[in-house]
């Protein structure tokens, strides 16, 4: 760490002070935090959330998580209850604590799946401790690119990226309270040079919208403070903000804009080489510069009439793989994937079909069993003025010769 706490804020932030503390309920009515904690197992117990499956809240972590919540949730005992059981049903149902266990057991962020493709499209930084002790967590908004992230990972991968970085921010925090018996919080600092209209675009920005409403909703007052950097002006700032920045937390933020507004207050925070260099003007990290070409530039593509579908074919060989990806360009179209096999009577197989039309990268794999063809509709009929323009690669290969 740079710095040993702040003697005042280890005070403030003492685990065993901020239990005896007083607080000011969402009624106005005075608790400390241990009643209203007891108050939220009381309330888990007689639902039967508690006991606690000790994966997802250790034993020498619950007071603390409870305690986020209790504070997140303004000191409402029922709905911070109610919020702590839909996070333990998450975490069940997204087998998040496979992902601590993996984390627990040294996996870095650079060991992340899909983690070198994502940075360069939504660059996060972990450096190291403010003045308080506190991680420093660095996200180069005005990097994200939410169109190429789109055509980089499918939803599901996109969206473990987040969990993943949550989940080790999450354990890193709890860790260094079971250490210190301090409820530490991170100093999140987001960069926001080289934000644009490109950030509003509909399809990709809402998708992400959901995945981080959905992700940051189950991790609680992880934040101490938010520094926004180069900030530009405020229409595009008030836009981003409401869709990565949950709104219980909008109090903490800092406002700021080029570097000689920020470069006090940032050394204020934490000693300069705590940082990265590229927020003080410096080159940006290894593997940022130049993103290069991206593959999905190399691939072919088909234009889907408005009120019209386009139908594709594969032939694909006994015992061969059928790769696919597939990728609209910049708004939604339906998708159908089967395998038909090429002897009278066979039966189809269906490799891909949803309910809703897809707006980002979808990929998968067959390994035909019979002489056949994957059929490919793209289905654009729903429309009734816009074409669309799909990228798409399919390859077939024998894995057995290939090792795999």
Same mark, same amino acid.
């Given at each position: 760490?740079?710095?040993?706490?702040?003697?005042?804020?280890? &005070?403030?932030l003492n685990?065993?002070?901020?239990?005896?503390? *007083?607080?000011?309920?969402?009624?106005k009515?005075? $608790?400390?935090?241990?009643?209203?904690i007891?108050?939220?197992?009381?309330?888990?117990?007689?639902?039967g959330?508690?006991?606690?499956?000790?994966?997802?809240?250790?034993?020498e972590?619950?007071?603390?998580?409870?305690?986020?919540?209790?504070?997140g949730?303004?000191?409402n005992?029922?709905?911070?209850?109610?919020?702590?059981?839909?996070?333990l049903e998450?975490?069940? &149902?997204?087998?998040?604590?496979?992902?601590?266990?993996?984390?627990?057991?040294g996996?870095?962020?650079?060991?992340?799946?899909?983690?070198?493709?994502?940075?360069?499209?939504y660059p996060?930084?972990?450096?190291?401790f403010?003045?308080?002790?506190c991680?420093?967590?660095?996200?180069?908004?005005?990097l994200?690119?939410? #169109?190429?992230?789109?055509?980089?990972?499918?939803t599901?991968?996109?969206r473990?990226?987040? !969990?993943?970085e949550?989940?080790?921010?999450? !354990?890193?925090?709890? +860790?260094?309270? *079971?250490?210190?018996g301090?409820?530490?919080?991170?100093?999140?600092?987001?960069?926001?040079?080289?934000?644009? $209209?490109h950030?509003?675009?509909?399809?990709?920005?809402?998708?992400?919208?959901?995945?981080?409403?959905?992700?940051?909703?189950?991790?609680? &007052?992880?934040?101490?403070?938010v520094?926004?950097?180069n900030?530009p002006?405020a229409t595009? !700032?008030r836009?981003?903000?409401?869709?990565?920045?949950p709104?219980?937390?909008?109090?903490?933020?800092?406002? $700021?804009g080029?570097?000689?507004?920020?470069?006090?207050?940032?050394?204020e925070?934490?000693?300069?080489?705590?940082?990265?260099?590229?927020?003080?003007?410096?080159?940006?990290?290894?593997?940022?510069?130049?993103?290069?070409?991206?593959d999905?530039?190399?691939?072919?593509?088909?234009?889907?009439?408005?009120?019209?579908? +386009?139908?594709?074919k594969?032939e694909?060989?006994?015992?061969?793989?059928?790769?696919w990806s597939?990728?609209?360009a910049?708004?939604? !179209?339906?998708?159908?994937?089967?395998?038909?096999?090429?002897? +009278?009577?066979?039966?189809a197989?269906?490799?891909?079909?949803?309910?809703?039309?897809? #707006?980002?990268?979808?990929?998968g794999?067959?390994?035909a069993?019979?002489?056949?063809?994957?059929?490919i509709?793209?289905?654009?009929?729903?429309?009734?003025?816009?074409?669309k323009?799909?990228?798409?690669?399919?390859e077939?290969?024998?894995l057995?010769?290939?090792?795999?």
């Amino acid at each position: 760490m740079s710095a040993a706490f702040n003697p005042k804020r280890s &005070e403030e932030l003492n685990l065993t002070a901020m239990l005896a503390k *007083q607080w000011e309920t969402d009624t106005k009515h005075l $608790m400390t935090g241990q009643q209203g904690i007891d108050k939220m197992k009381e309330i888990l117990t007689a639902d039967g959330t508690m006991p606690f499956d000790e994966r997802s809240v250790p034993p020498e972590w619950q007071d603390a998580l409870l305690l986020r919540f209790w504070v997140g949730f303004k000191k409402n005992c029922a709905n911070a209850a109610e919020a702590f059981k839909k996070m333990l049903e998450w975490r069940k &149902e997204n087998s998040i604590n496979d992902i601590r266990d993996k984390i627990l057991g040294g996996l870095k962020p650079e060991q992340f799946p899909r983690y070198e493709q994502l940075r360069r499209f939504y660059p996060l930084l972990k450096t190291g401790f403010d003045k308080n002790g506190c991680p420093i967590n660095i996200t180069l908004t005005g990097l994200i690119d939410p #169109a190429k992230l789109v055509q980089t990972a499918t939803t599901e991968e996109i969206r473990m990226y987040i !969990v993943y970085e949550m989940e080790y921010k999450l !354990v890193q925090l709890c +860790k260094l309270t *079971q250490e210190t018996g301090i409820v530490y919080r991170a100093l999140e600092v987001h960069d926001l040079k080289g934000l644009g $209209m490109h950030h509003l675009a509909t399809g990709p920005i809402a998708l992400l919208r959901k995945i981080v409403s959905e992700v940051s909703s189950n991790y609680v &007052e992880l934040a101490d403070k938010v520094l926004l950097l180069n900030v530009p002006y405020a229409t595009v !700032v008030r836009s981003v903000l409401k869709q990565v920045v949950p709104s219980r937390s909008q109090h903490k933020l800092a406002v $700021m804009g080029g570097v000689e507004d920020y470069c006090h207050l940032l050394t204020e925070h934490a000693d300069r080489d705590q940082y990265h260099e590229c927020l003080f003007g410096g080159a940006l990290p290894e593997g940022l510069e130049d993103s290069g070409e991206d593959d999905i530039n190399k691939w072919s593509s088909v234009n889907v009439p408005a009120r019209d579908k +386009k139908v594709l074919k594969e032939e694909v060989p006994e015992g061969k793989t059928f790769l696919w990806s597939v990728c609209p360009a910049s708004q939604d !179209v339906g998708l159908e994937l089967v395998f038909v096999p090429g002897a +009278k009577g066979g039966k189809a197989v269906s490799l891909f079909e949803s309910s809703e039309r897809v #707006a980002s990268l979808q990929r998968g794999s067959h390994k035909a069993a019979e002489d056949g063809a994957v059929v490919i509709t793209f289905d654009n009929t729903y429309s009734y003025i816009n074409s669309k323009t799909v990228q798409y690669t399919f390859e077939v290969h024998d894995l057995r010769e290939e090792g795999g």
